[in-house]
């Protein structure tokens, strides 16, 4: 007989498979038995950059190498010179890590084969100021742009403006050279532009469109951004590279991994654990997440309230990634996935009387942070008590965490050494205990 926390246990357990389903170690071996030559230089840069560096290693490939990763995930790897530097806000040494690898692609010919290996997180932990724009002037900008409610893919469209790496400028540096990169999305769509705001790909977002963004969000008002688009618009800096540029030819993308094969290995764990599982199509994460969860919450109410659905045990695994924008001065301390687990209960709880009789949500990022804290997500089960007047206080606040963490109800697994997006599992139990 199942209850909620025993669904939960369910939940934690398929939350892992998920993420071990698009291991980097593994994913990165398999890759590299399709290069036919050996490369001469090696740059791993994002959470997984640390295991798809090793990996390389392992498979024989004995080129130098530079890895940047997240302080959690750090340790020396032999052969390469390694850097932990700052995420999500960058930092000095994340500087210093970029100007060595500008360093060494500035020393590539025609003659010499660049294996980029790129990971989720790559856009923060590798910050390379354009001509112009200070390292402080970054770190203003990706503060204001993590609270915008922007998504990934508009965030990383500004980005790309104010780089000297971004936007195919890497791959534009390390030119004559050819570049074979494979990358590990942990992105909406596996769009490459937007997989560390995409060094060695062509960027498709028109100016103008980027600019719209810029001007809608107000961010022209601070004097180096304003300064920085007049220079890009007098072709006095150079923008990312545009599609068509024929330095990207000489460029070989390949995704490893990406939120799906999570979603995928979650789903068979769950379907294979619970017998009579019906899991409902649902969405993209996306948006403001205290909107999907309603809209999450929703599809659970809805289905649970079909006469012709009692005695069934379903639930939704979906996955990609929402935003959370700091619309109040008086912020506390969370992530979207905690935000996403409470406002979803929060809902659940207003509708009882639609609600399954027992039901349970599991919200994380597979890199095992969420936001700035120590907490991957949360996990909420209908057992427990739950105040509403409390919730709806954190989220107005942004204070998920504090809620959950008082609760007991913060999900902790620490750094996974991955990045592939967010997981959002839910399942319900339709008003009668399903029996094995």
Not at 77 to 88: M, Q, R
Not at 150 to 155: Q, R, S, T, V
Not at 245 to 265: M, P, W, Y
């Amino acid at each position: 007989m199942y209850d909620s926390q025993k669904l939960g246990s369910l939940l934690r357990s398929a939350f892992q498979k998920g993420i071990e389903a698009a291991n980097p170690v593994e994913a990165t071996l398999a890759a590299c038995e399709e290069i036919l030559d050996p490369p001469s230089l090696i740059i791993s840069v994002g959470k997984a950059a640390v295991a798809m560096a090793q990996a390389a290693r392992d498979y024989g490939f004995l080129a130098p190498g530079v890895v940047v990763t997240t302080d959690d995930n750090y340790r020396n790897v032999d052969g390469y010179e390694c850097f932990a530097s700052g995420h999500p806000v960058p930092d000095q040494r994340g500087l210093l890590a970029a100007t060595c690898v500008i360093e060494k692609l500035s020393s590539l010919d025609g003659t010499d084969h660049l294996l980029l290996l790129i990971s989720g997180g790559g856009s923060a932990l590798l910050p390379a100021p354009a001509k112009g724009v200070t390292l402080k002037d970054k770190i203003v900008l990706n503060d204001f742009l993590l609270g915008s409610g922007l998504d990934i893919h508009g965030m990383n469209s500004i980005r790309r403006l104010f780089s000297q790496l971004k936007g195919g400028r890497l791959a534009k540096l390390a030119a004559p050279a050819r570049i074979t990169q494979f990358l590990l999305s942990d992105v909406p769509d596996d769009r490459p532009e937007s997989i560390a705001s995409g060094p060695a790909v062509a960027d498709p977002v028109p100016l103008e469109k980027t600019l719209e963004l810029i001007y809608g969000l107000g961010l022209d008002r601070f004097d180096f951004v304003s300064k920085h688009i007049d220079a890009l618009k007098e072709k006095r800096v150079s923008g990312p590279l545009r599609p068509g540029d024929t330095i990207v030819d000489n460029v070989h993308t390949r995704i490893l991994a990406s939120n799906k094969q999570c979603r995928e290995a979650t789903s068979e764990y769950l379907l294979r654990s619970i017998p009579n599982l019906k899991i409902l199509p649902t969405v993209t994460l996306s948006g403001e997440a205290s909107k999907m969860a309603v809209q999450l919450a929703e599809k659970i109410l809805e289905y649970n309230s079909s006469p012709s659905n009692t005695n069934y045990c379903f639930g939704i695994v979906a996955g990609g990634e929402t935003t959370v924008t700091l619309d109040t001065k008086e912020l506390g301390l969370g992530g979207r996935s905690q935000e996403l687990a409470l406002a979803f209960a929060e809902r659940m709880n207003l509708a009882k009387r639609l609600a399954p009789s027992h039901w349970v949500i599991l919200s994380g990022g597979t890199d095992g942070r969420d936001g700035p804290t120590d907490a991957a997500g949360g996990i909420i089960c209908s057992s427990q008590f739950f105040d509403s007047g409390q919730a709806r206080e954190a989220l107005s606040k942004h204070n998920s965490y504090d809620y959950l963490r008082a609760n007991n109800q913060l999900l902790k697994i620490g750094e996974t050494g991955t990045n592939l997006g967010d997981l959002v599992l839910i399942i319900g139990i339709n008003r009668r205990d399903l029996q094995k």
